[in-house]
């Protein structure tokens, strides 16, 4: 059973960079697309970025393209998220996820996911 735990959220001035990590324990991550979500209070959760499990592509939302940049260890079995000019609307619970699922295009939506973290906060304020 894929176990996927996130670590590095925190507090942060706009401006400022963070990385989060997407750590996996029971399986290899080398079968999975991960993806990157975040929820804001009283928002639905937001697909970020992900990465695939094939050839490693990568998709980024509007909101953050240029800005975010996703990566993956499979030997270490993890995913980073690098979030660089953080703007005060990146606050956010910031959740992993992974799938095996094979979709036409990148699978942005969370009901694509099978396994998911629980989440780390981040925080953009001055």
């Known amino acids: 059973q894929l176990q996927l735990v996130e670590s590095g959220g925190g507090l942060v001035q706009p401006g400022g960079s963070l990385r989060v990590s997407c750590a996996a324990s029971g399986v290899s991550l080398d079968d999975y697309t991960i993806g990157w979500f975040r929820q804001a209070p009283g928002k639905e959760r937001e697909g970020v970025s992900c990465i695939t499990r094939s050839y490693g592509s990568r998709y980024y939302g509007d909101s953050v393209k240029g800005r975010f940049t996703i990566s993956r260890d499979n030997a270490n079995n993890t995913v980073w998220l690098q979030m660089n000019s953080l703007k005060r609307e990146d606050t956010a619970v910031y959740y992993c996820?992974?799938?095996?699922?094979?979709?036409?295009?990148?699978?942005?939506?969370?009901?694509?996911?099978?396994?998911w973290g629980q989440g780390t906060q981040v925080t953009v304020s001055s």
């Open positions: 996820a992974a799938t095996t699922k094979v979709t036409l295009g990148f699978p942005l939506f969370p009901y694509e996911y099978d396994y």
